[in-house]
């Protein structure tokens, strides 16, 4: 909603200011058409070259982020921390029977509570491999947590790769902006011989490109890549959320206090409140029992 709420200020204060300061639609709106397939189309084909078709589909994918907003909402830091809990209750009562949650995580009794996350194969191959690592003895709490920490990273740099795309785009709207700009005015010098009132319109349709150019990469093209890289880095809040408690369990803290841990570590936005976490928590052990 935030997304559209921009996107609709951008449009009426730039417009609405120009027509009430006198200005002209008519002039724009002829050469919008024009203008808008010799710069987006540039900006396209440009944005073309320069990814690969693994790039182009993930930016087009991203793109809906500016509307939709961060994946994981308060609801999933708790289901996270509860789901954790369950796991690493699990591997400290019965190793063996861990195995059959991490190994089949699809048809696992305690992931299949927390449907949300399950959906998210990235998240579950982290939780999976590193519970899968400490039954293997590989259960070095700083080796671990480095690991974690470079693979959250590349992660996090195949994710942004979208953003990059982006901004690349909007730096060269104005560039591409110009070059339709002089190819108006090349037209327009091809038609010295009109009379002023001639001459003004085709002036006032050539810097439409400038205009344009300026106001997509400043606009629209521009800001949709800095949400985009705010919306992957608050969602990748939740994975470190995972890492935290996933290094105090090789700590073998207890696993009320290794989810702890992993709760002051969200973001205060995000952060389920103590007695809120705490009665899931309990709800989960009367489960059990």
């Not at 999976?128 to 293997?136: G, N, P, V």
């Amino acid at each position: 909603m935030v997304g559209f709420i921009g996107v609709a200020l951008v449009f009426v204060m730039v417009f609405g200011g120009y027509v009430l300061a006198g200005g002209k639609m008519g002039i724009i709106l002829k050469a919008l058409p024009f203008e808008m397939v010799m710069i987006g189309g540039a900006a396209v084909g440009a944005f073309v070259i320069s990814n690969d078709m693994t790039t182009i589909k993930h930016t087009l994918k991203d793109i809906g982020k500016v509307f939709k907003g961060p994946k994981w909402k308060p609801q999933d830091y708790t289901d996270g921390m509860c789901l954790l809990f369950e796991l690493i209750r699990v591997a400290r009562s019965n190793p063996v029977a861990l195995e059959e949650h991490i190994e089949s995580p699809s048809t696992s009794t305690i992931f299949g509570k927390y449907p949300r996350i399950a959906a998210d194969t990235e998240t579950i191959a982290l939780i999976c491999d590193t519970l899968r690592s400490a039954s293997m003895n590989y259960d070095d709490p700083h080796q671990v947590e480095e690991v974690l920490e470079k693979r959250i990273e590349a992660t996090m740099e195949h994710n942004l790769h979208s953003t990059h795309a982006l901004q690349s785009v909007a730096d060269g709207l104005p560039a591409l902006g110009i070059v339709a700009a002089v190819l108006g005015v090349i037209k327009t010098m091809a038609s010295i011989d009109q009379p002023p009132e001639v001459l003004g319109k085709m002036i006032g349709g050539a810097l439409v490109g400038t205009f344009l150019g300026v106001f997509l990469a400043y606009g629209l093209v521009g800001p949709f890549s800095a949400r985009v890289n705010a919306v992957i880095n608050e969602d990748g809040h939740f994975q470190r959320m995972i890492r935290e408690i996933l290094v105090a369990n090789l700590h073998r803290h207890a696993p009320n206090i290794c989810i702890e841990v992993g709760r002051q570590n969200a973001p205060t936005h995000l952060r389920p409140e103590f007695g809120v976490l705490e009665a899931a928590l309990k709800g989960l052990k009367q489960e059990a029992a």
